[in-house]
């Protein structure tokens, strides 16, 4: 599924795709900060982006151990068979001494109708070409529309 360029981006920014994910899905440019790549890798999902997901996959994750067509499958599943209803991110971090940045989000997301939105504690950092997905710690949120009040890095 090609997105037009004015269309909203996926991410749910309020930008239109062409001026916010899009240079990165073609690689015109890498993500600067961890905002940029998680709202890069949700919209990758809306879309069908599965290479951008591969490529944002840090080469430590688990799901670059497992073998490449694999990986691609469950991508692929993850990306048609969910919807992606909008992304609110809570918290992030600059890099930490070690250059992991972290960020705290909100994914809204259904499956046949029924909401499986969760909330994650992410890490990314930089593989030497560009900020990438390390790991991440998640928790179911059905029905969540919006973060609850207090909800940070400390109290996730
Ligand atoms: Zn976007």
Redesign the pocket.
Known sequence: MAASKSAP?????G?A?GA??QPLHVGEREPEHAEELL??RY?AFALGEIEYLWKTLHEDHPDRQKPMDRTFMALRLASSSLKYRGLVVVETSKPDRDGVERALYLARVFRSGEDVSFLELAEFLHDGKGLRYLAGRTKDAPNMTAPPAGLSFETF
């Open positions: 981006c996926p991410c749910t920014s930008k795709y916010c994910c709202r890069s919209a």
